[in-house]
């Protein structure tokens, strides 16, 4: 069983940068696409971004595109989100999620097994 957490939520103005990682433990991330979603609360869990397993090919949602980056530690196998140009809109929980997603449903969560508990990222002035 993959467990996951993730960490270097918190509070921001707008326009600044943070970075969010997602560690595992009682597996290892490598094998696996790894995703971030964000939820406000009494809002649908949206898809943020992936990287694939296989090549680190990259896949984003059009409102964080130019602004956020994904990429993997192949030392530590975690993944980070980097996130600049902040905006009040991008405040949420964001959570990590692990899965062998087909391409054409990689922002799907049904496609991801295991999932952080999230943490928060709040923007504000």
Same mark, same amino acid.
């Given at each position: 069983? &993959?467990? =996951?957490?993730?960490?270097?939520?918190? =509070? %921001?103005?707008?326009? /600044?940068?943070?970075?969010?990682?997602? @560690?595992?433990?009682?597996?290892?991330?490598?094998?696996?696409? !790894? @995703?971030?979603?964000?939820? %406000?609360?009494? $809002?649908?869990?949206?898809?943020? /971004? /992936?990287?694939? *397993?296989?090549?680190? #090919? #990259?896949?984003?949602?059009?409102? !964080? $595109?130019?602004?956020?980056? %994904?990429?993997?530690?192949? @030392?530590?196998? /975690? !993944?980070? =989100?980097?996130?600049?140009?902040?905006?009040?809109?991008? *405040?949420? %929980?964001?959570?990590? *999620?692990?899965?062998?997603?087909?391409?054409?449903?990689?922002? *799907?969560?049904?496609?991801?097994?295991?999932?952080?508990?999230? #943490?928060? !990222? #709040? &923007?504000?002035?």
């Amino acid at each position: 069983q &993959v467990h =996951l957490v993730e960490s270097g939520g918190g =509070l %921001v103005h707008p326009g /600044a940068s943070l970075r969010l990682s997602c @560690a595992a433990s009682g597996g290892t991330l490598s094998s696996y696409t !790894v @995703a971030w979603f964000r939820q %406000v609360l009494g $809002k649908e869990r949206e898809f943020v /971004a /992936a990287i694939r *397993a296989s090549g680190g #090919t #990259t896949h984003y949602a059009n409102s !964080v $595109k130019g602004r956020f980056s %994904v990429s993997r530690d192949r @030392a530590s196998s /975690a !993944v980070h =989100l980097q996130m600049s140009s902040l905006e009040p809109e991008d *405040a949420s %929980v964001y959570y990590c *999620a692990a899965g062998r997603p087909i391409l054409s449903a990689i922002s *799907a969560e049904r496609m991801y097994y295991y999932w952080g508990p999230g #943490t928060q !990222v #709040t &923007v504000s002035s």
